[in-house]
């Protein structure tokens, strides 16, 4: 069974310090999502990254993806308060057409 | 350029009652996938319609169907509620089938009583 993973589940960090979420999939994949998720609302889609080694960046927020390890990290640069919310990655399989979500990390950055 | 619009937005059922959700995609998408979320878990993949043909599903039972019509536009079909269906019913739309990010709707939030 297809599994993601991400960790971690929670997280609280100060403004300004660096940070790093994982995820980790338990299938052959080149393609992973991350989105964002603020309370009560739905999905904004973050990055798209559609190849090993794929990096892409956003403000604060950097995505990369290593299909040999199935690992895809989310990388946060001096958090801003702006950034609280819980964050997904997902995972695509070309071969039977699903998307599978992690389990999310619920992010709380503290001014 | 519209985005993607659920209706309705909060609905009540009991169980055994069948439901039907709504989505019109965003301008140019002609897929659209359906995910069911449970409160505080991420969305789990119901199925996925391309060009009106469903073309993935995940591990939902056979009382989950949809429908997309030649618009794009779709509909999820719940059959014999159970309470366990409880959950925000989220529709995404996209330009093609996994290359492209998904644009989500606000969700319709099912309760059955």
Redesign the interface.
């Known amino acids: 069974e297809l599994k993601v993973e991400q960790n971690p589940l929670f997280l609280s960090m100060q403004e300004g310090k660096n940070y790093t979420i994982y995820c980790n999939y338990s299938t052959t994949s080149d393609r992973l999502y991350w989105y964002r998720q603020d309370p009560g609302k739905s999905l904004e889609s973050l990055f798209v990254l559609l190849s090993n080694g794929a990096v892409k960046q956003e403000g604060r927020l950097m995505a990369s993806l290593d299909t040999k390890a199935r690992l895809s990290t989310l990388h946060i640069t001096a958090a801003v308060h702006d950034l609280s919310a819980t964050y997904f990655c997902a995972v695509f399989t070309s071969g039977t057409y699903k998307y599978i979500f992690g389990t999310g990390t619920r992010l709380k950055v503290l001014a | 350029e519209t985005g993607v619009t659920q209706s309705p937005t909060h609905l009540i059922k009991t169980r055994g009652q069948q439901v039907t959700l709504r989505c019109s995609s965003q301008s140019g998408h002609n897929t659209v996938?359906w995910?069911q979320q449970a409160l505080g878990?991420?969305?789990?993949?119901i199925f996925?319609y391309y060009r009106e043909e469903e073309?993935?599903?995940?591990n939902f039972p056979p009382r989950f169907s949809g429908l997309q019509f030649p618009n794009y536009s779709s509909e999820l079909n719940v059959n014999a509620l159970e309470l366990d269906d409880s959950a925000l019913y989220?529709c995404?739309s996209s330009l093609e089938?996994?290359?492209?990010?998904?644009?989500?709707?606000?969700?319709t939030r099912l309760s059955i009583l």
């Open positions: 996938s995910y878990q991420g969305p789990q993949f996925q073309n993935g599903r995940g989220l995404a089938p996994g290359n492209q990010p998904q644009h989500f709707g606000d969700g």
